[in-house]
Nanobody, 115 residues
């Protein structure tokens, strides 16, 4: 059974930092592309960042220079370091694992940024 468990969300003031973690089980973590997505109230889910098995990363323009995705294959865990947070970053953040047509999601963790 595949499980992706996010942690590290919470409430923070603008300019603050949070680090999200996504612990996985039931998959061969090292060969999956890992991603972070977010969904704000009334909006569609959007891509935040992805990291391939090769380590290549991609970050949405809205978070470039502020957020950094990383992975630790030994711990089967992906991370999202979020700095200089803005109120518009407020959303539920979801972890994703993708390989071919297989696509897995975590349950999400709330991030709230106050001004």
């Amino acid at each position: 059974q595949v499980q992706l468990v996010e942690s590290g969300g919470g409430s923070v003031q603008a300019g603050g930092s949070l680090r999200l973690s996504c612990a996985s089980s039931g998959i061969i973590f090292s060969i999956h592309t890992m991603g972070w997505y977010r969904q704000a109230p009334g909006k569609q889910r959007e891509l935040v960042a992805t990291i391939r098995a090769t380590g290549n990363t991609n970050h949405a323009d809205s978070v470039k220079g502020r957020f950094t995705i990383s992975r630790d294959n030994a711990k089967s865990t992906a991370y999202l370091q979020m700095n200089s947070l803005k109120p518009e970053d407020t959303a539920v953040y979801y972890c994703n694992a993708q390989l071919g047509t297989s696509n897995y999601w975590g349950q999400g963790t709330q991030v709230t940024v106050s001004s």
